[in-house]
């Protein structure tokens, strides 16, 4: 593991070795070409159940496991979460895409035990203004949380930064947007969900430290209206409390000694 001096006594976010980010990456990779074949084959009239199906193909066929599949019985390999659904939607025959949806696909993968995980949000056809800006701003938002994984910031740095690339987004396009409340990235490794838990808003300065090798899944979630969320009737999905529009990005990332590395690209 690479280390810093003075640690020995003091929380770090975990670390990975120079390989061990390099068997992410591949993971990584998987969820990256997993979620292009989800997004090239999303159009109007398609089931979202297909593109579960399309997802699973991809990621057995390169000889990975759905993180996903399974997990706490969760039935299928993305989330597909349309709307109003912010994250967690089931995938289903009877949901098909119709033209103007906004849609978040979440994916995980692993190879060889290392997981990745990032998400997507895109339009089936051309967006609204509203639902483009609202997607615009949860990729800035992540962009900026990604930029503060660097060596000697602490997890609140990440919050923050993630945080204050939101409200810079509400600036260049002029409109509000809701921060999800108490859904966020996580840490990442040898099982999807690890701690810390990650907010995507709060003080600077506080929380473990990042070093070379932290590694974290960065998510961030808006909305176009409020900031609560009610879990459906399938005990799965989450959708904004109000009917607002909802986006979500996520990246799985590490420090290093060069600046941040995204693991899943």
């Not at 098909?96 to 993968?109: F, K, P, Q, R, Y």
């Not at 997607?135 to 060596?151: D, F, H, K, V, W």
């Not at 300065?205 to 409020?226: F, K, N, W």
Request: net charge negative; proline share 6%.
């Amino acid at each position: 593991m690479v280390s810093l001096p003075g640690l020995r006594n003091r929380k770090v976010v975990p670390q990975r070795s120079a390989g061990e980010l390099d068997a992410m990456a591949a993971a990584g990779a998987l969820v990256a070409a997993t979620l292009r074949a989800v997004r090239e084959a999303a159009a109007p009239g398609v089931s979202t159940l297909s593109l579960d199906q399309i997802a699973e193909a991809v990621i057995s066929d390169a000889g990975g496991t759905p993180s996903f599949l399974g997990y706490h019985g969760y039935p299928a390999t993305i989330c597909a979460s349309v709307n109003d659904r912010v994250v967690h939607g089931i995938p289903s025959a009877a949901e098909t895409l119709a033209h103007g949806d906004l849609v978040s696909i979440d994916c995980g993968a692993i190879i060889d035990g290392w997981h990745g995980d990032a998400a997507v949000t895109f339009g089936v056809g051309a967006l609204i203004p509203a639902d483009e800006a609202l997607s615009a701003a949860t990729r800035e938002a992540l962009e900026a949380g990604i930029a503060a994984m660097l060596p000697g910031n602490r997890l609140g740095d990440v919050s923050h930064a993630i945080e204050c690339g939101t409200r810079a987004a509400e600036v260049t396009y002029d409109r509000k947007f809701g921060i999800v409340a108490s859904y966020g990235g996580h840490g990442i490794g040898r099982q999807m969900h690890m701690d810390p838990f990650l907010p995507n808003e709060g003080p600077p300065g506080r929380g473990p430290l990042l070093v070379p090798g932290s590694v974290l899944a960065i998510e961030p979630m808006l909305t176009l209206g409020t900031v609560k969320t009610v879990i459906l009737d399938d005990e799965w999905t989450v959708a904004t409390a109000d009917g607002s529009r909802a986006a979500h990005w996520e990246h799985t990332v590490a420090v290093t000694e060069d600046g941040p590395r995204v693991l899943t690209t």
